[in-house]
């Protein structure tokens, strides 16, 4: 599954498309993950990749601009009671690469794991950013998300059982 996009800038055309990441987006992926955290280093594999490829309900998104990855997402659908056979999606991991931002690219992200999510009757859409990462707050709630509708917690592995 992917759809794609043409985007007309300084007279050259950019092709944009998303699909499900492959093992041979290890690279590029793990090029994504460095920037985005600097607290401990991301350890991608190839197989890795490859596993969740085949899961259907862990979908690790690329973004491609003429070929080359420039965004990654990591979408989680899970199953839940509540609303009949309604799962929820976690989206994890949205990372655009630092000379793509403000280019729209995690704009045309978010919109595609939104219209997935409707195709899978997702009830709702939950995501964390870190919170002194006030632009991606910004981005989050001018796309619709509220910050306010539920308080998110966290306990690192490093704390488990403390």
């Known amino acids: 599954m992917g ?15 998303i699909r499900r990441a492959q093992a041979n987006d290890v690279e590029a992926i793990g090029k994504l993950y460095r920037e985005l955290t600097t607290l401990s280093t991301p350890s991608v594999s190839a197989e890795r990749i490859a596993a969740i490829a085949s899961s259907a309900l862990t979908h690790l ?12 997402a990591l979408v989680c659908l899970c199953e839940d009671v509540m609303f009949q056979d309604q799962p929820f999606a976690v989206v994890e991991n949205v990372i655009v690469g630092t000379q793509y931002q403000r280019e729209g690219i995690g704009k045309y992200l978010m919109d ?9 009757n997702c009830s709702k859409i939950m995501l964390m950013t ?14 619709g998300y509220d910050p306010d509708a539920k308080i998110g917690l966290i306990k690192y592995r490093r704390n488990f059982g403390h």
């Open 112 to 120: 595609y794991i939104e219209d997935f999510c409707l195709q899978q």
């Open 130 to 143: 870190g919170s002194v990462n006030r632009n991606a707050r910004d981005f989050y709630t001018a796309m």
């Open 3 to 17: 759809i794609g996009t043409a985007d007309y800038r300084a007279g050259t055309l950019n092709m944009r498309s």
């Open 61 to 72: 998104l690329v973004c491609e601009n003429d070929g080359e990855v420039i965004a990654t």
